[in-house]
Protein backbone atom coordinates (compact mmCIF):
# COMPACT_ATOMS: atom_id res chain seq x y z
CA UNK A 1 0.00 0.00 0.00
CA UNK A 2 1.33 3.22 -1.26
CA UNK A 3 0.46 6.68 -0.05
CA UNK A 4 -1.56 8.50 -2.28
CA UNK A 5 0.33 11.89 -3.37
CA UNK A 6 -2.43 12.44 -5.77
CA UNK A 7 -5.23 12.40 -3.60
CA UNK A 8 -6.48 16.07 -2.88
CA UNK A 9 -8.56 14.17 0.06
CA UNK A 10 -5.22 12.81 1.60
CA UNK A 11 -3.72 16.73 1.67
CA UNK A 12 -6.99 17.96 2.96
CA UNK A 13 -7.16 15.25 5.65
CA UNK A 14 -3.38 16.07 6.40
CA UNK A 15 -3.84 19.87 6.93
CA UNK A 16 -6.80 19.04 8.94
CA UNK A 17 -4.53 16.46 11.16
CA UNK A 18 -2.29 19.18 11.41
CA UNK A 19 -4.26 21.83 13.00
CA UNK A 20 -5.09 19.52 15.58
CA UNK A 21 -2.18 18.40 16.36
CA UNK A 22 -0.59 21.88 16.71
CA UNK A 23 -4.11 22.87 18.59
CA UNK A 24 -3.48 20.32 21.37
CA UNK A 25 0.66 20.75 22.16
CA UNK A 26 -0.07 24.65 22.29
CA UNK A 27 -2.11 24.48 25.03
CA UNK A 28 0.63 21.64 26.61
CA UNK A 29 3.80 23.53 25.90
CA UNK A 30 4.71 27.13 27.49
CA UNK A 31 4.10 29.91 25.77
CA UNK A 32 6.62 30.38 23.03
CA UNK A 33 7.68 27.02 22.26
CA UNK A 34 5.58 26.55 18.90
CA UNK A 35 5.40 28.70 15.96
CA UNK A 36 2.53 31.42 16.16
CA UNK A 37 2.23 31.36 19.58
CA UNK A 38 3.40 34.31 21.48
CA UNK A 39 4.65 34.54 25.00
CA UNK A 40 2.23 36.57 27.56
CA UNK A 41 3.59 39.45 29.33
CA UNK A 42 3.44 39.56 33.24
CA UNK A 43 0.62 39.12 34.18
CA UNK A 44 -1.22 41.54 37.33
CA UNK A 45 -3.37 40.71 39.80
CA UNK A 46 -6.65 42.74 40.39
CA UNK A 47 -7.09 44.41 43.74
CA UNK A 48 -9.76 43.26 46.08
CA UNK A 49 -12.32 45.45 46.92
CA UNK A 50 -15.54 45.28 48.65
CA UNK A 51 -17.89 48.14 48.12
CA UNK A 52 -15.65 49.82 45.86
CA UNK A 53 -13.05 50.15 48.71
CA UNK A 54 -10.07 48.56 48.88
CA UNK A 55 -9.89 45.82 51.71
CA UNK A 56 -7.11 46.26 54.12
CA UNK A 57 -4.54 43.11 54.34
CA UNK A 58 -3.59 42.03 57.53
Known sequence: MSIPWT???????TVVAL?????VLR??????WLPF???R?????????VGGKPVDRK
Open 41 to 49: GKETKASLT
Open 7 to 13: DWQFWVA
Open 37 to 39: TKR
Open 27 to 32: NLLPPG
Open 19 to 23: LALWL
